[in-house]
Antibody, heavy 121, light 110 residues
Framework: QLQLQESGPGLVKPSETLSLSCSVS??????????WGWVRQPPGKGLEWIGS???????YFSPSLKTRATISVDTSKNLFSLRLSSVTASDTAVYYC?????????????WGQGTLVTVSS | QFLLTQPPSISAAPGQTVTISCSGN????????VSWYQQLPGKAPKLVIF???KRASGIPDRFSGSKSGTSAALGITGLQTGDEAVYHC???????????FGGGTKLTVL
């Protein structure tokens, strides 16, 4: 059974870079069928897609975040990572990693449990 | 501001049936598949419906999905208290080149 687990700092200072990793277990991140994505949810608000990556490294992003977001994949460690630069308080959110079906996301399943990242000095 | 419109909240009694709507346009719902996610309090979203009307693994047949034109809907019959959650719709927008989610609908089972 595929499982995803996010990890990274829970507190980031304004203007710095947020860095999170997502470890994949129970399956290979190098599957040719799936993409790997990041979705965030500000406290009390709805979901926002950040971006997705294929195991080859091909990535694509939400237009609103593409200038600040980077996603990378490490097939040797079976994990993928998110970096979001120049963060502000509006980037405070629970960040989820998830497996995505298709480059034009048809669905996300499964999801990691999520990790809260707070942007504050 | 969410480009997919969902009612903020809906409530019903146990055993009743509810329908949660999700409205978009020809570039998103009218073009792409729709998925639905259940988010229990304090938990991660969980896939309920994919490809408009297919139930995810382990989802009871009380849950159903439909799509017509630029709108989609999630139906839940025989409501149970365990169905209390926020439900999100999602789809790909081919013009914006981005995945979109609705604002979420909080379902209360009275």
């Amino acid at each position: 059974q595929l499982q995803l687990q996010e990890s990274g700092p829970g507190l980031v200072k304004p203007s710095e870079t947020l860095s999170l990793s997502c470890s994949v277990s129970g399956g290979s991140i190098s599957s040719s069928s799936y993409y790997w994505g990041w979705v965030r949810q500000p406290p009390g608000k709805g979901l926002e897609w950040i971006g997705s990556i294929f195991y080859t490294g091909s990535s694509y992003f939400s237009p609103s975040l593409k200038t600040r977001a980077t996603i990378s994949v490490d097939t040797s460690k079976n994990l993928f990572s998110l970096r979001l630069s120049s963060v502000t308080a509006s980037d405070t959110a629970v960040y989820y990693c998830a497996m995505a079906w298709g480059s034009t996301v048809r669905w996300f399943d499964p999801w990691g449990q999520g990790t809260l990242v707070t942007v504050s000095s | 501001q969410f480009l997919l419109t969902q009612p903020p909240s809906i409530s019903a009694a146990p055993g009743q049936t509810v329908t949660i709507s999700c409205s978009g346009n020809n570039s998103n719902i009218g073009y792409s598949f729709v998925s639905w996610y259940q988010q229990l309090p304090g938990k991660a979203p969980k896939l309920v419906i994919f490809d408009n009307n297919k139930r995810a693994s382990g989802i009871p047949d009380r849950f159903s999905g439909s799509k017509s034109g630029t709108s989609a809907a999630l139906g839940i019959t025989g409501l149970q208290t365990g169905d209390e959650a926020v439900y999100h719709c999602g789809t790909w927008d081919t013009s914006l080149r981005t995945e979109l989610f609705g604002g979420g609908t909080k379902l209360t089972v009275l």
